[in-house]
Every structure is written in structure tokens, then in C-alpha cells.
């Protein structure tokens, strides 16, 4: 969108001088009865008009017809209806060129032949460029700062404070309730919040971005359901970026990955979560993982922003007047993945000259000494200029709630330079607004200020730039082994050495280096060790033809479909450890890449890392770090140290399969993926490449696969 077209929405969406309400009632127990009790009850200023042939007066105004009938062209217009009069509501709204129309109708997703209908009717009319669409499942917008209250959601009928810098976009309706009536029990007060509903038209992306040119809006909250359009989250997420504005989500569906993708371990170590949490990543969004912290995180996440403090595993001091939270704190710490740091040397002795003696421990507990203003204060100034800590946490225990001129005033008097956080142990709802007054992120829960830090620390710049849709392609085929290992050349990943040979036997001899592994040979296996299909420490003819019949046996009396006539017999490279590298393009993201500890349990251990492709070096090394069982391939407590340099080039390679996308490649895997000794590189004894349409040139496969192969 353009700046003009940015203000356009905008304005229409969340600052209308004037809505219409089709659809209301004067049943106060109905839903839609509510937002013209909301916006009567908010005083609104703007000119309301109200629509329904069932009534002359509805909540006190006249009711007309149809929107067509309205005196003026609305800028915002709020259908209650059912489905189908809602689509001949927002037809009418596209040819009189209303700003935005808000469906709250359901009705519209699904695989039935209504849904479809009306889903490709609301299409059509958002298609014409004349009026925006919000929803359908929409419960509306509010902006309390301008008393626009134009929602049917119940949490909003009571007031809520005013002068926030937070604007919150929900795909589901009822969170932006859940979020109102929190933030007000907690003091946090929000710009604008907007149900997007099901985003025929306009996505949770688009309704940001329109936003992101105003200098109220300081932040961002996204509840999100799904990544279905990615691309105009992407848009969004670079311009916030650019203008230094946190953007954070929760992301819902840590399900498992779907059945249709256990053809491969990638589609199932690869799954909605796992890619959501890459692609959120990649686009400079902090995901957090508990409720309140995405209410509470905000000025931590501008602070951390501002100061360009971006680390994995944060190093945090933590302040208490009281042990118990204090040591609450400090676990939570280190559970969430942060290093919870106790003072250096040099800082013990600055706190012993200031009269604070801490012993050795991570904690510095000032115990009830802490609720004096000048020894709290005077242990996070120290506390704040050393140099051995990212981030400081004040935890200020009961006085918080009788007293917080004691132990929580120093606090929001010390911050304004390294990130620094509260965590209030008591109920102490007056604490918490002189932390947040004072722009200190100040939490209800030890969870939620480690979520927090670790999350917000967490951040990087958008990585890649908007991806548009991805169709992706149809599989109708699972390459043979030889073929795969041809793709992966093409790549620029190894493979271990190996020959194709014709069965049945007897052999005269093994025509690789011994030992070697003996697998079934034939288009559409993934997992070959299920068949029965892998002999392993082959080392001589007889046990090769040994070893052939019993594959064929086994995977004939297994599956009597896969063809046995054909055994790929591969030399067994000696690694330190064992790698799993996938690819794959998902719909919503578009390509991403996998690396999983390998072999046949890669699933089980589920220690993997994604990110959307390509990556560079950079990224890849991120990605290594990420997977617990390469830390023993690095010189872990003596062990021989892997050649990790050749398997992030592995990585950086296989990231860029987008090219092949084109010729059909759909997934593609490599497991495992043998690490050798440090400087002897990397080599693939296992490959999966599944195709789409028999569109990947055979020839090139042959040329690709022709090296290595044999047949005596």
C-alpha cells in the first residue's frame, strides 16, 4: 500500500467521522444490540446511522431500509446480518464506495457448497477496489483514545483507560476482549484493537500496516491463528521495524504436524508450529508463549529495541527485597532459556562499598534492608552500569503493596539505560501503574518476565522480504534413491559412494568399499527400514548375496507392491554424528529448510531448527547452535570435534532447492547426514525427493544420477 491508501484505510477503519450499523437491535440481550449501546455509551462523536426494515427506531435513532437509503456515504459500516444479507449489504457498500465494511456474520469458511458461495461472492465484491472488507467473524474495532467502540464483543461494555501506544490486531474475536479486560485490571491502556475475523480481504497484516505512519501507535499485539497471508505480515513487519516499533504475537496451534506430511521426517518435524515460529522469527515479530507477557513485555521490547540488544541466551541479574520471589525469579530465568548472571568480582565490591553485601550467589538479595529507597536504588545503578549483565529484574516483594515509595519508586527512578524489568511478587495493582507510568515492563508472574526477556532478546531484523502466495504443487511421486542423491549433487551436497545392482545374485564381489549397506532400490520409498529394506556391515560377496535375499523376503512379504528387483549397495562412511537436512515449500510461507538431529528417531527427538530459505552462513550457524545434539560434535568435554563448517555449507545449500521448485521438486530430505571428523566434511547415506507431475526433467535426473551407478 501507498501512503495515501495507508491513510485512506486507516482513517475509514479506525478513525471514521461517521459508521452505519445494518442489522441492529433494540433486544438489549442480543449481540447485536451491543454496538450501538457501545458507541451511545462511549460517546462517540461521529454521526451514527442505523439500518433495518424491521423497525422505524432502533436504540433511539431512525432506521432505514437499507444502506442504500443512508443520507451519506459512510466511512465505516458494521453488517450484524446473517451471511447472505450481509453480502448484499457489502455490495451495496462497494457501489456507493464505502471505506470498510465489517462482516460479523460466520458462514463463510468451510468446504460446503454454501460457504464457497458466499466466500467467492465477498471475493467479487472485495475484488472491485472500491471497499475494503473486514472479516467475515469479525466483532469490529475500537479506539478508546477517540471513543470508537464499534464492536459487538461483551468485554466492551464497560470504559476502558485511555492514552495507550499499543494497537492490537486479533484474527480471533474474542481475544481482543480477553486482552481489554486483562490490560484494564492491569493498567495497560491500548490505541486501537481490531478483529480481523476470517480475512477475505483485508488481512491482520494489511490493518497494522495501515496504522504504522502513527506516531501514537508505540507498539504492537498480534493474536494470530494462522499465517495465511504472510506476505502483507511481512510488508508490515519491515515498516515497524523501520520506524523502531515492537511487534509482538501469540501465535496459537502447537499442534502436531498434519498426517499428510509423514511421508518424511521434514513434514513432521517441519509442522505448522515449527514453521510459524521460523516465519515470525525471519520477519522481525517476537513471539512470546504466555498471555500476560504479551500484554506486559512493551517497554521492555522498545528498551531492548532502542539499545540494539539482541542475544539467545541473555545474561540477567536479578534484585530482591524478598529471597522467596527472588528465587522464584532466578529459576524461571534459567527454565526459559536465559543465564541468570550473579555479580563479578568488581561489581561485589562496588555493592560492599556501597553497604551491600550479597555472598556469592546469582541472587543479590537485599532482603527487608531492599525496601529502603536509597539501597535499592543504589544496588541497581551499580547493578545497571555492569558490564557483565544484558538486562536487570528488580523484584520488590510485599511493601510493593503498602509501600511502593520504598522499594518500587528507585526502580522507575533507575531505568532509562540497560533493559530493566519488575517482577512484583504481591498483588499490588498500585506498584505495577508506578512501574508502567514510569515505562518499566512490570509483570504479575516470574513466567511472564522470563517469557519476556527471552523472547524480546531474541529478536532480529526481517531477515527476507515480502514472499507472495505459494501454490504449491501436487505430489505424485517419491524418487528412487539414485535419482534423489542426483538432486542433492545438483545442490552441492555429497553423497556417500554407491552402486545399483539388478537382483537376484549370487554376487562375485562388492563393488564398493567394504563395509557397506545394502537398501531396497525403488521409486516411492521414504522409509525403507520399515519394508525390512536395509541390511547394515556388509563386508564380503556372501554376505552381499546374503543379504539381498533376505531384503527381498522381507520386503515381499511386507508390502508385495514395491518392486524387488533392483538393491542399492552404499559405502558406510564413518561420522561422529548423524544430520537430518530437509526442504520443503509450505502454503503460506513459501520455502523453508530443516536441520533435525538424523537417523530413524529424528521424530522422536524432535530436536530440530527452521527457518524460512535460503539462508546464508550466518543463519545456518544460528541453526546448528539451535540443535542439542550438535554441541557434541563441537568439542563437547573432549570429544573429537565434527565437521560443522561443511555441515552448515550443507545447509546454505540444500536452503536454495527453491530453485528446483520450478521443475517440480516439491520436498526433499537428507537423512542422515553423516558429520565427519572436523575437516573431512559431510555425506549423505539416505535421500527423499518427492516430486510434482513428472515435471522434473528425467533427463537431467539420469545425468545427475549417472556418476556412481553401476551394473555388472
Known amino acids: 500500500m501507498t501512503s495515501d491508501t495507508r491513510e485512506h484505510l486507516y482513517r ?40 433495518n426494515p424491521n423497525r422505524e427506531v432502533v436504540g433511539g435513532y431512525h432506521a432505514y431500509d437499507t444502506i442504500g437509503d443512508v443520507p451519506t456515504v459512510p466511512d465505516h459500516v458494521f453488517v450484524l446480518t446473517g451471511a447472505d444479507s450481509a453480502i448484499d449489504a457489502a455490495r451495496e457498500c462497494a457501489r456507493m464506495g464505502v471505506g470498510v465494511v465489517t462482516i460479523m456474520a460466520d458462514g463463510f469458511v468451510g468446504d460446503s457448497p454454501e460457504s464457497r458461495r458466499r466466500m467467492a461472492a465477498l471475493e467479487e465484491i472485495a475484488s472491485s477496489g472500491h471497499t475494503r472488507i473486514l ?39 474474542s481475544a481482543i476482549g480477553a486482552l481489554a479486560s486483562r490490560g484494564k485490571d492491569a493498567g495497560i491502556a491500548f490505541h486501537t484493537m481490531v478483529s480481523t475475523g476470517s480475512e477475505v480481504d483485508l488481512s491482520l497484516g ?60 521434514t513434514g513432521a518435524l517441519a509442522g505448522d508450529d515449527a514453521i510459524a515460529d521460523a516465519a515470525l522469527r525471519d520477519l522481525g515479530i517476537t513471539r512470546v508463549h504466555t498471555f500476560d507477557a504479551l500484554l506486559e513485555a512493551h517497554a521492555l521490547a ?40 550473579g555479580p563479578g568480582e568488581r561489581t ?4 560492599a562499598a556501597a553497604g551491600i553485601h550479597t555472598g556469592g550467589g546469582t541472587l543479590v538479595d537485599l532482603t527487608l534492608a531492599g525496601t529502603r529507597y536509597e539501597v535499592m536504588k543504589s544496588a541497581l545503578d551499580i547493578l545497571l552500569a555492569a558490564p557483565e549483565f544484558d538486562a536487570v529484574v528488580a523484584v520488590p516483594g510485599s511493601s510493593a503493596r503498602f509501600h511502593p515509595e520504598l522499594a518500587v519508586k528507585p526502580i522507575v527512578d533507575a531505568a532509562g539505560g540497560k533493559p530493566l524489568a519488575a517482577f512484583v511478587v504481591p498483588s499490588a495493582p498500585e506498584a505495577l501503574q508506578m512501574l508502567r507510568d514510569g515505562g518499566v515492563s512490570a509483570f504479575r508472574s516470574p513466567e511472564a518476565c522470563a517469557d519476556a526477556i527471552v523472547s524480546v532478546f ?6 527476507l522480504e515480502v514472499r507472495p502466495p505459494h501454490q504449491v504443487p501436487v505430489v505424485t511421486g517419491v524418487l528412487d534413491e539414485q535419482s534423489s542423491y542426483g538432486v542433492f549433487a545438483e545442490l552441492g551436497v555429497p553423497h556417500a559412494p554407491f552402486v545399483v545392482l539388478d537382483t537376484p545374485g549370487p554376487f562375485d564381489r562388492i563393488p564398493v568399499s567394504a563395509p557397506v549397506a545394502v537398501k531396497i532400490h525403488a521409486a516411492g520409498l521414504a522409509h525403507k527400514s520399515d519394508l525390512g529394506g536395509v541390511v547394515l556391515g556388509v563386508t564380503d560377496a556372501n554376505g552381499l548375496t546374503s543379504a539381498v535375499d533376505t531384503i527381498v523376503s522381507s520386503v515381499s512379504r511386507t508390502d508385495p507392491t514395491v518392486p524387488t528387483d533392483r538393491v542399492l549397495v552404499q559405502h558406510m562412511v564413518r561420522g561422529l554424528g548423524e544430520a537430518l537436512i ?43 547452535d539451535e540443535v542439542t545434539a550438535f554441541r557434541a560434535l563441537s568439542g563437547f568435554r573432549g570429544l573429537p570435534e565434527g565437521d560443522l563448517g561443511a555441515l552448515r555449507d550443507a545447509v546454505v545449500a540444500v536452503s536454495h532447492a527453491a530453485g528446483l521448485v520450478d521443475r517440480g521438486v516439491v520436498e526433499l530430505e537428507a537423512n542422515p547426514v553423516l558429520v565427519c571428523a572436523d575437516g573431512e566434511g559431510v555425506f549423505a547415506v539416505d535421500a527423499v525427493v ?15 544420477a549417472g556418476a556412481g551407478s553401476m551394473n555388472p
Open 302 to 341: 522498545r528498551s531492548t529495541r532502542a539499545r540494539g540488544c539482541v542475544r539467545s541466551a541473555p545474561r540477567v541479574a536479578v534484585v530482591s527485597t524478598t529471597g522467596g520471589g527472588g528465587a522464584m525469579m532466578v529459576d524461571c530465568l534459567a527454565l526459559a532459556g536465559a543465564e541468570p548472571t
Open 458 to 463: 531474541s529478536y532480529r531484523p526481517p531477515r
Open 206 to 265: 494489511e490493518v497494522c500496516l495501515s496504522s504504522v505512519d502513527d506516531p501514537e501507535v508505540t507498539s504492537y499485539i498480534l493474536f494470530v491463528e494462522n499465517l495465511s497471508h504472510a506476505g502483507d505480515l511481512a510488508a508490515f513487519a519491515r515498516a515497524a521495524a523501520e520506524r523502531g516499533k515492537p511487534v509482538l504475537a501469540y501465535k496459537l496451534g502447537r499442534s502436531e504436524a498434519a498426517a499428510e506430511l509423514a511421508v518424511s521426517h
Open 135 to 173: 472479516g467475515p467473524s469479525s466483532l469490529g474495532v475500537v479506539n478508546p483514545a477517540r471513543r470508537l467502540v464499534l464492536t459487538a464483543n461483551a468485554a466492551f461494555a464497560e470504559p476502558l483507560p485511555t492514552g495507550g501506544g499499543i494497537f492490537v490486531a486479533s484474527q480471533s474475536g
Open 348 to 351: 561485589r565490591a562496588e555493592l
Open 12 to 51: 475509514a477503519l479506525a478513525r471514521p467521522r461517521s459508521v452505519a450499523v445494518v442489522g441492529a437491535s433494540d433486544d438489549p440481550a442480543k449481540t447485536t444490540a451491543r454496538p450501538l449501546r457501545n458507541l451511545a455509551d462511549s460517546k462517540w462523536a461521529g454521526e451514527v446511522y442505523v439500518v
Open 690 to 704: 518427492r516430486v510434482a507431475g513428472g515435471s522434473y526433467p528425467d533427463r537431467a535426473l539420469s545425468a545427475m
Open 582 to 624: 530437509g526442504f520443503r515449500v509450505d502454503p503460506d510461507v513459501g520455502p523453508i529448510v530443516l536441520l533435525a538431529a538424523g537417523g530413524v528417531l529424528a521424530e522422536l527427538h524432535n530436536d530440530r531448527s527452521v527457518r524460512l530459505a535460503p539462508v546464508d552462513a550466518d543463519t545456518a550457524q544460528e541453526m546448528i
